[in-house]
């Protein structure tokens, strides 16, 4: 089996039960008795703040703390979006996100095809340095890429968060090795056929390619959804504010309004949560084949 | 012959500037936003710069000053804590939540989807929640520990708690990580090898110790190295915690350089933390590799 | 159609850095005929009806008679909190759009000092009508960085003690004189104290912040020590003057009549002075506003030695002029010079009880009017003549700042004798100053 396969077939298991019937199978398991409390305690913080979003401030001054809501007070979420520019915030992360996304999927598509199947002088050498950077922790360059941002005139602008982030190593990495194991021969008919690369890699290679390239958007968009140092050295305007920088510059301003703290926060992770759950399979497999391969 | 030759170097050529083509973008972005940096942070380390005005060469001052750098030493201390527990806190216990989680029982799916979701919400996001459930007057932490007799906490306000509990609370957000990748490779493991320990007289205590966590042998090494990797790097929850502190409890090496470099205007001491960092990363990551070959048996 | 392809991500880019706002604040430039707009970062308080706004309104008023006699020059004053504007400036001025004015804490013109935007004021304060010095020499060290004057003085104070009349006679200590001693202090904290009723003679803060060492710093000036060499490459606080002084708080503290305070900033000293618990309290003009039911007396900080140095510390704050081109540096250097020429100083002190920056306005009739409306100003005004020394104007002075707080917690706690405890903590400030700035 092609290592591709093993783990789409593993990556895809981890998202099903083990192979046998679950209906009826087991009323009730010992399991249940290590699964619940451990459920709960992932589960207990997310769902204590959803509670506390919808309280007075007084109820969230209560003690002992209550995990059953009390009141309902929606206008919390109305009070917090008059108090900071939340949708402006959504805005920027989803437009900046979607260019990294964008950018990440069409650069490091025809980097990791290049890299993958044309032979073109250099490429080796090239790719072993684009690997090096991967081993080198962000810490070591953001003050020069700061610089470099600088130097373009780009701070506090959402320009600074994307330019950097349009193509990156990983991203052509993971392509490149997803790229090999496909059967060359489709693409050497092609080409006989008179295609150009372009049009191979566009007709027949990248349609092939669905769950690699799923799995680098989601990857890519849950990085740059949650990025957090980066937005914090290269934007100050509140009006430039990705939704993490946003939701720390209100915390910083609301460290007692706790319930319009969690409110915000509730609408903060809204997206991600979302997105999450509709492509729940995308995230399991990026981050399994990240593990299986590493 | 000629026509073939001609018609070969043309591929060829053409070739090469296809090649080019497509790969400019991508390793045109690389090289400004990735190697350059890399190359001018190592220059930074050499000078001092307040981002502002010209850098200045100072040769090997900033690492000098270093070892006798009461922040850096703290940083680093703090940093190697915090990387001991939380490395086999979140490996040892992923995996044994894996294990429970790989169970053909009713509502697994609720109990993986639990467990994963910690994993999607940023770090801001997670650090309010937690800066609330530790709250040490009105949060349900002291709150649920109190009622089995434990507390009241400090915190993340106590000189001495709050590491750990910056430990606690990124065990709770990344844990499902780990979970993740070794379902995936619990599937992988043969139902041969289980079956044919079973037979042997083994129980389920046996069958994890000489052929579960032997086969998932190369992951957990992945996980640690990928975890240590993380540790080292902490800044997010720092920053949004504790700002490092209190007082300077909770300082590690990227929240100080940070602060050096962003705050202090003392950039190009900053650079030679990072790259100092980086060797402690890189030192770590090839003793664990090598440590991990010894030991790992990889599936035949 | 391919090519499409490629422009997508980088139209992204362009869109978003269009839709990014900019918030520059300052609008035309100075033009052919002179008009010129300035912004000003002020941050006293916010404007009305905010609590205690006097300073907002004494600068409103300055602003409103300055553009009244230059019509061509327009202030924009905005209200950015001091303790931000330090940070606020950084980042402005990483992206260009630095204000012309700021107030800037004394303890922020190190980091502002490398900023190229800052406008060097060391030859115009030369000026022989603006007469540089007639501010307090403590003043002028503060504004100087590596001997280039960078700012000028906006607001001072200065340390002096604060003492209960009424526990003092009810003890039977005289009143102190100018020329009493830290060891008549001393004796005059032990008589005070009262641990029946919760009386303590001398409140210290007690949590290794800068409002604890620089009040210890007072007092290693005043035992003839300094904090750091003269090159400010290393410590000196460890010296013998340094630990006498430690000594003294020391014996004090063994005599029971400090109170520590581990929260100075909550403001719980005021609370405990003003309802009788305290005896003696080291502090500025700032606080006697809080003492109303105090029967209080201010004096001088004591010497060492009898005739010895009553040397105070203060902390200063400055404007600063940044650069946005040569005509509005012109108009900000205008205004300053009207906001701190000595009869705008002694108005703005009448206005908000601020100490006048300048030596000259003691002479000045008005003067004593300043005494009479906020009782013990005039004491803190004269001690400014004692204000001859300044903290070291370095990057590192907070981290050299937090290795002697804490040296002195230990100290106080019993926990180290004075001088092992700073000698550790010079050996951790001389770590800090190796890291080259």
């Not at chain 1, 451990?38 to 703040?49: F, G, Q, S």
């Not at chain 2, 990363?281 to 664990?288: N, S």
Request: aromatic share 12%; proline share 6%; glycine share 6%.
């Amino acid at each position: 089996m092609s290592e591709i396969q093993t783990i789409e077939l593993a990556a895809r298991a981890a998202e099903e039960p083990t192979g046998q019937p679950t209906t009826g199978r087991f009323l009730f398991s010992s399991w249940h008795l290590v699964l619940i409390p451990i459920a709960v305690v992932m589960v207990i913080p997310l769902v204590w703040m959803l509670v506390t979003s919808l309280q007075t401030l007084d109820e969230t001054r209560h003690y002992p703390p209550t995990i059953v809501p009390t009141s309902l007070e929606f206008r919390n979420y109305t009070d917090v979006l008059q108090q900071a520019p939340f949708a402006r915030w959504f805005v920027n992360t989803l437009l900046v996100t979607i260019a990294c996304v964008v950018g990440n999927l069409l650069f490091c598509s025809l980097a990791g095809y290049a890299f993958a199947r044309i032979r073109f002088f250099g490429r080796e050498v090239v790719f072993v340095l684009i690997l090096a950077t991967l081993m080198v922790p962000f810490q070591v360059i953001i003050i020069p890429t700061f610089l470099i941002v600088r130097t373009f005139h780009l701070i506090d602008t959402l320009g600074a968060l994307i330019l950097p982030n349009l193509a990156g190593a990983f991203g052509i990495f993971m392509l490149r090795q997803f790229f090999r194991t496909l059967p060359v021969e489709l693409e050497e008919a092609a080409r006989i056929d008179g295609a150009s690369r372009l049009g191979v890699l566009f007709k027949i290679v990248l349609p092939l390619s669905g769950p690699a390239l799923a799995t680098l958007a989601v990857i890519t968009f849950m990085w740059t959804w949650n990025d957090f140092l980066w937005p914090l050295i290269t934007i100050y305007s509140p009006n430039n504010m990705t939704i993490q920088l946003g939701l720390a510059t209100f915390q910083g301003a609301h460290q007692t309004n706790t319930n319009l703290l969690m409110a915000a926060n509730v609408m903060s992770m809204i997206p991600v949560l979302l997105l999450f759950f509709f492509a729940q399979r995308y995230f399991i497999r990026g981050i399994a084949t990240t593990g299986l391969k590493g | 012959m000629a026509i073939g030759g001609a018609n070969v170097r043309r591929v060829m050529t053409s070739d090469h500037v296809v090649g080019w083509a497509f790969a400019s973008p991508a390793v045109l972005l690389i090289i400004v936003f990735g190697l350059i940096p890399i190359v001018w942070s190592a220059l930074l380390s050499f000078q001092k710069t307040n981002l502002l005005s010209p850098p200045q060469w100072v040769g090997l001052a900033n690492y000098r000053a270093l070892p006798k750098d009461p922040y850096f030493s703290q940083s680093m201390v703090h940093s190697a804590i915090y990387t001991v527990l939380f490395v086999p806190l979140s490996v040892a216990g992923g995996l044994l939540t894996a294990i429970a989680l790989n169970r053909p029982i009713r509502g697994i799916r609720v109990y993986r989807t639990a467990v994963f979701v910690p994993v999607v919400v940023s770090t801001i996001a997670t650090v309010i929640i937690f800066l609330w459930v530790f709250d040490p007057n009105f949060g349900l932490a002291n709150w649920l520990l109190g009622k089995v007799g434990l507390g009241p906490f400090a915190f993340f306000t106590s000189s001495n708690g709050a590491l750990y509990s910056i430990v606690a609370m990124t065990v709770w957000g990344w844990i499902g990580f780990n979970v993740i990748v070794y379902l995936a490779a619990l599937q992988g493991i043969p139902r041969e090898l289980v079956e044919a320990a079973e037979i042997d007289g083994a129980g389920n205590w046996g069958i994890f110790r000489n052929v579960t966590v032997p086969l998932l042998g190369p992951v957990t090494l992945f996980l640690v190295v990928w975890s240590s990797i993380n540790a080292l790097q902490l800044f997010d929850e720092v920053y949004l915690a504790t700002n490092g502190g209190p007082g300077t409890a909770t300082y590690v090496p990227v929240f100080y350089l940070y602060k050096l470099a962003f705050q202090q205007g003392i950039a190009g001491y900053a650079a030679a933390i990072a790259y100092v960092l980086f060797a402690v990363i890189l030192v770590l990551t090839v003793a664990q590799l090598l440590v991990g070959k010894r030991m790992v048996h990889y599936a035949p | 159609m391919k090519r499409l392809w490629l422009v997508v991500p980088l139209a992204l880019v362009v869109i978003a850095s269009a839709c990014s706002s900019s918030s520059s604040t300052a609008t035309a430039s100075g033009s052919v005929t002179g008009d010129v707009t300035l912004t000003m970062w002020m941050g006293y308080t916010p404007p009305p009806p905010v609590d205690q706004s006097q300073e907002y309104l004494s600068i409103q008023d300055m602003v409103t008679r300055f553009q009244a006699a230059h019509p061509n020059i327009h202030i924009n004053f905005q209200y950015v909190n001091s303790d931000n504007a330090l940070q606020k400036a950084t980042v402005a001025l990483q992206g260009g759009k630095q204000p012309d004015i700021s107030y800037q804490y004394g303890t922020n013109m190190p980091q502002l000092a490398t900023a190229p935007k800052i406008v060097d004021l060391t030859q115009r304060v030369q000026d022989p009508s603006f007469d540089w010095n007639d501010f307090f020499e403590g003043e002028r060290a503060v504004a100087t960085v590596d001997g280039r004057v960078l700012g000028i003085p906006a607001l001072v104070d200065n340390l002096a003690i604060v003492y209960n009349k009424d526990l003092f006679a009810k003890a039977g200590v005289a009143t102190p004189t100018p020329d009493w001693t830290w060891d008549d202090v001393r004796a005059a904290a032990k008589a005070t104290t009262d641990p029946a009723n919760k009386v303590f003679g001398l409140v210290f803060p007690a949590d290794a912040s800068e409002t604890m060492v620089w009040q210890f710093e007072a007092m290693l000036w005043e035992a003839g020590g300094d904090i750091l060499n003269a090159d400010n490459t290393q410590a000196a606080f460890n010296s013998p003057a340094g630990v006498r002084a430690a000594t003294m708080l020391q014996q004090m503290q063994q005599d029971g009549s400090l109170y520590l305070d581990f929260h100075p900033d909550s403001g719980q000293y005021t609370n405990l002075f003003n309802s009788g618990k305290i005896g003696m309290l080291i502090t500025g003009p700032w606080d006697l506003s809080a003492f109303p039911n105090v029967n209080y007396g201010v004096q001088q900080m004591p010497s060492f030695d009898p005739g010895g140095s009553h040397i105070t510390i203060a902390g200063p704050d400055n404007w600063v002029i940044f650069d946005n081109g040569p005509d509005r540096v012109e108009a900000s250097w205008e205004f300053l010079q009207f906001m701190a020429s000595p009869e705008n100083v002694l108005k703005d002190s009448l206005a908000t009880s601020h100490l006048p920056t300048r030596a000259s306005v003691e002479q000045m009739p008005g003067f004593s009017a300043l005494d009479t409306k906020y009782p013990g100003v005039g004491a803190f005004a004269l001690n400014l003549a004692n204000v001859t020394k300044a903290r070291p104007q370095i990057t590192h002075y907070p981290e050299v700042s937090s290795f002697l707080g804490l040296a002195l917690v230990s100290i106080l706690q019993g926990q180290a004798s004075p001088q092992d405890a700073l000698n550790q903590a010079a050996d951790q400030a001389n770590g800090a100053l190796a890291i080259p700035t």
